[in-house]
């Protein structure tokens, strides 16, 4: 029997988004529709009782949407933070507290289907090129911005990994010397100027020394902040704002231009929950890579058209890149 | 005929390092002993010229050694721009004045000999790997710095070329936005901060600011000034040298620390002019560089032994990785 034959058997997958705070899981097509797809917060409190969850999660699928176990080909799960994919373990995750985990055996046990696993920007950036418009594209860097920073790099349509298994890690590279404390223990990363926290960070410091507005009246009147308020602020003419996505876009601008120059993927990828959160995000960032594009000779290809874009799988891509795993 | 018979009748090549001021050239053993080496002044006065010189040098070599053509097994370039070794093309070399040049074709009619051609920092990087202390090593980042400043990147024992052909021209990322203007066009390039032009403009100008020593004293005391004068004046107490040093480490450490975050290369191996003019340089370097990795645990392996490490072969990297391209 043809490989071909048992892909046209089973064409259905799980794919999983194993979140800190929420899990996320749908049947998923060959042609990358989803089906049936649930969410629930995740259940830290051990690993256990997470891999519990994830797998009552997807039994409940398969159950709603009348489906047999049998007629699935796998599962695939994205999961944050370090993982061996060919062990299936998850060795380190700050945000599910996981050390060490055998996720694929565990989930494999519960299921009883077969599981294979990834880190979720890698998985991401197998899903776009699997569903997304990146289809077919052999080397791609995909670079999340959410709450962490990182890039899942592709070369010859295959994760590119690198000796300590950090390849992509540019969320720790310090880009600012003067910048702010990291979670890492460095000073000035790029997720420390960029992630979802520290835009807002940034903005309420500025907030607070500029004279006209006080953070707390800032904050009375608009409520809680995230990065979409910060940059509508900005759209909307406050100053503070304005400065904090200046300088957001650079940092982005410059790390993106040296990912360029040093990978020279065709194309980069950006997503996550910044990115997705409003479209003057990729706007901003857009105009000063074209500022940098027209400067140099060397970075003059940074701007043709589809060369960096969103992903337009949008939070699906979590999902569906959990489904790409599946061989 | 097995391809080891052919090696073993011919172990000799001719390794050619065309530079813009000067061309150097020797017969290269399977070991990476050289053998006749000799340098003269690159004729630049036309495309023409050029490869007659490179020619003429090759032939005297052969020459004086007592040589024929038949013992050599072929030529190889390395050349610094734009190179295209498929077709021989020296696409665009600054230095050399060249536009589509058929160095390949040229250089075989001329010698009649086989020719491979490379751009110059690619070709030294395979010198590393095949003749250096980076033997057999599969993974690694070669980074020059001298006039110019880029990097070659190897990945499983071949070079990375990227969509572009322009991968690893980090010179030309932008690493401070507020830094002077490079000869790209962009501003704050990694280039025009730690090149070794850039080196003495950063300590002639602190040196002007400076009410202690005017620049005018400095020189006249001091003599020509270099990156290795700038250095030394660091280590004698000098401010405006050490100044200088510590912002060119600072710069050089975070691009380093960026291309480990986004490869993660075995090994980040540096050379170029200004790496060879003074030990100064790599200490002042992985001083920082420890801080880097005591900092955080995403960059702890940076100050590993052997991580980065300057080329053993010192300037003989450009004949020997020329030498290397030879099949």
């Not at 294979?116 to 594209?137: C, H």
């Not at 006209?212 to 100053?239: C, I, M, Q, R, W």
């Not at 940098?292 to 799988?313: A, G, Y």
Request: charged fraction near 20%; include cysteine; aromatic fraction near 4%.
């Amino acid at each position: 029997m043809h490989r071909s034959d048992i892909g046209s058997q089973k064409p259905i997958v799980v794919g999983v988004d194993v979140g800190g705070t929420k899990i996320a899981a749908a049947l998923v097509d060959e042609e990358g529709h989803l089906r049936g797809c649930q969410t629930r917060p995740t259940n830290i409190l051990s690993p256990e009782a997470t891999l519990d969850s994830i797998a009552e999660l997807i039994l409940e699928i398969l159950n709603k949407e009348n489906i047999k176990s049998a007629e699935i080909r796998g599962i695939g799960l994205g999961i944050p933070g370090l993982v061996d994919p060919h062990r299936g373990i998850g060795i380190a995750s700050v945000n599910l507290r996981w050390e060490n985990v055998f996720v694929k055996d565990e989930i494999q046990k519960r299921v009883g289907l077969p599981c294979v696993i990834e880190n979720d920007v890698k998985a991401a950036a197998l899903g776009e090129i699997r569903y997304g418009k990146s289809k077919g594209v052999e080397s791609l860097i995909y670079l999340n911005i959410g709450t962490g920073v990182a890039a899942a790099i592709v070369l010859n349509g295959k994760i590119h990994r690198g000796q300590h298994n950090i390849a992509g890690e540019i969320g720790h590279a310090v880009v600012d010397i003067h910048g702010p404390r990291c979670q890492c223990g460095g000073r000035g990363c790029l997720e420390a100027l960029i992630s979802g926290p520290a835009i807002v960070r940034k903005f309420q410091e500025k907030k607070n020394r500029s004279r006209k507005t006080s953070l707390a009246e800032f904050v009375a009147e608009n409520h809680l902040l995230s990065p979409k308020e910060v940059y509508e602020a900005a759209s909307a003419g406050d100053n503070a704002a304005r400065e904090t996505v200046d300088e957001v876009s650079r940092f982005l601008a410059n790390a993106i231009q040296f990912l360029a120059l040093a990978y020279d993927p065709q194309r980069i990828v950006l997503g996550g929950g910044v990115v997705y959160s409003t479209p003057l995000f990729f706007e901003n960032l857009m105009h000063v890579i074209k500022q940098l594009s027209e400067e140099s000779w060397v970075s003059r290809h940074l701007s043709e058209p589809d060369f960096i874009t969103v992903t337009q799988l949008g939070k699906d891509i979590g999902i569906l890149g959990a489904a790409a795993l599946v061989p």
